[in-house]
């Protein structure tokens, strides 16, 4: 429904109900009105006619029936509204009842009626009420004698039919113009709220122009009310709107050439770190075998510190090696060229291999070692070489991290359970754990969560253990605590089709 319909109907409903309940509302002070006016004139009647009604009862009833007859039929005929005339004694006796004109069987009072009408007819103040049937307006007037005494009392029935005819015109005269107030009211509402709501249907029609981009509209709106001064106001929101537009645009190929550069630069520096890696691993593999052969005592015997100056090279060509096989493998993720060979094997045995390869490195911190692994876990499937280096990654870095006498514990298990999925592999350490808000930055390229750069490196290896999984598609998370150690956590899946590996 169309706002111009809602308000024209919300307008008509309060339009109509404000009508029926004004006409209500005056039918109802109208028909009080016209009561009151049958009560005032019913007592004036009965004021001029009460005295010469019992005055005639007492002289021609008994000895001139024919002038009193006639004297109560005149006043039936010289008011209409008059029905019965009745003339009572005052302990209740009815003496004489107008119906025996018409012919018509009295009414006799008895019961409730009866009690109610002897208490009125005992007053010497008129009553006026309604019979218990709703017909008549029911009058009973006292006649006092000019020395005081209460002998009579009349009583007037006066039809409502008359009333409710009038109350039936009154009615039709009153809804008759209520109807044609409404709809005059629904017309003129009609034209007004075409005339507000013309320049909001504009307004819209010029915003869903501009929702489907065009910008170049303009809002005609002349009004100088409330309207006028929304068109204004969104007239500007739109000149600024397309103003920014085009800055927007002439940023967006400002950093469009910004990113081509950045990206030329990257891949140079990819290129070059690659380049430069390679270059070096050859003369550095020399002399670390060299150093090994010589360390051996191959080239001669060597004395007791010749030998720990050789301990001393060796350790650092190892740490410069690996390092430079990070940024070897950096380089190499870095630009895409990674490819994933997947095969089936037993991650057990991957883990036993690469402990026996850093198995120097666990003697020499004095860290033990705990394996969580079943048996009955099954064989993954993934790039067995990567995966190997990932593992090399994580236990170098809790080997780096745990102080000496510390424990590192590798666990193993089937995610909920169930023999096919995907298993959970997990790396403990009791180190110094990592903190909170550096838990984030982890994986990042060459991050140190430690800025005084205790722990020597180049800050590659988890981001290389990162790159490795993402290029699995799998996750790998973090659990740490300050100087409670950390948990690495990543699944691999497993292999359904064998148990090759």
Not at 5 to 11: D, F, I, S, Y
Not at 81 to 100: H, Q
Request: aromatic share 8%.
């Amino acid at each position: 429904m169309s706002f111009r319909a809602k308000v024209l109907l919300h307008t008509n409903i309060t339009i109509f109900f404000f009508m029926i309940g004004l006409a209500s509302l005056l039918l109802h002070l109208r028909t009080r009105e016209v009561e009151e006016t049958i009560e005032r004139d019913a007592k004036t009647f009965a004021t001029l006619t009460v005295g010469p009604i019992c005055e005639a009862y007492d002289n021609y009833y008994k000895s001139g029936y024919v002038k009193f007859r006639e004297l109560i039929i005149s006043l039936l005929s010289l008011n209409k509204k008059l029905d019965n005339i009745s003339i009572y004694s005052v302990e209740g006796k009815e003496l004489f009842n107008s119906d025996e004109l018409k012919g018509r069987k009295t009414t006799t009072l008895n019961g409730v009626q009866k009690e109610s009408n002897i208490e009125r007819i005992k007053k010497i103040s008129s009553t006026f009420t309604q019979t218990a049937d709703g017909k008549y307006y029911d009058l009973i007037f006292p006649y006092i004698e000019p020395w005081g005494w209460h002998r009579y009392s009349v009583r007037f029935l006066v039809s409502k039919e008359c009333l409710a005819h009038d109350i039936l015109v009154l009615r039709l005269v009153v809804f008759s113009l209520t109807f044609l107030a409404v709809v005059l009211a629904s017309l003129s509402s009609h034209f007004i709220v075409r005339a507000m709501t013309f320049p909001l249907e504009h307004l819209t029609a010029t915003a869903k122009t501009i929702a489907e981009g065009n910008l170049d509209v303009t809002f005609d709106v002349k009004s100088h009310d409330e309207i006028g001064t929304l068109a204004k106001t969104l007239q500007g929101m739109v000149t600024r709107i397309k103003r920014d537009m085009i800055s927007l645009k002439k940023q967006k190929d400002i950093l469009t050439q910004k990113n081509k550069e950045l990206e030329r630069l990257s891949n140079l520096k990819t290129q070059f770190l690659a380049n430069i890696t390679h270059e070096l691993v050859t003369p550095l593999t020399s002399v670390k075998g060299y150093i090994e052969y010589i360390y051996q005592g191959k080239m001669g015997p060597l004395s007791p510190t010749q030998k720990k100056g050789l301990e001393v090279a060796r350790k650092n060509i190892n740490r410069l090696h690996r390092q430079i096989t990070d940024l070897l493998d950096f380089a190499s993720l870095e630009s895409g060229k990674v490819k994933i060979s997947l095969s089936p094997f037993h991650i057990k045995k991957l883990i036993k291999d690469v402990i026996t390869n850093l198995s120097t490195s666990f003697r020499d911190k004095n860290i033990s070692y705990e394996e969580k692994i079943p048996d009955s876990i099954p064989p993954v499937i993934a790039d067995k070489e990567k995966i190997t280096q990932v593992f090399e990654n994580l236990l170098t870095n809790a080997v780096k991290y745990t102080p000496s006498g510390g424990k590192i514990t590798i666990s193993c298990y089937n995610l909920d359970g169930a023999p096919k999925g995907k298993v959970k592999i997990c790396v403990a350490d009791t180190g110094i754990g990592i903190p909170e808000e550096a838990q984030k930055n982890i994986f990042d390229d060459f991050y140190h969560f430690d800025p005084r750069h205790k722990y020597k490196g180049i800050g590659l290896g988890l981001s290389i253990v990162k790159s490795i999984l993402d290029a699995h598609k799998e996750e790998i998370e973090i659990k740490s605590e300050r100087n409670k150690g950390s948990i690495f956590c990543f699944t691999l899946p497993v292999y359904i089709g064998g148990s090759k590996g």
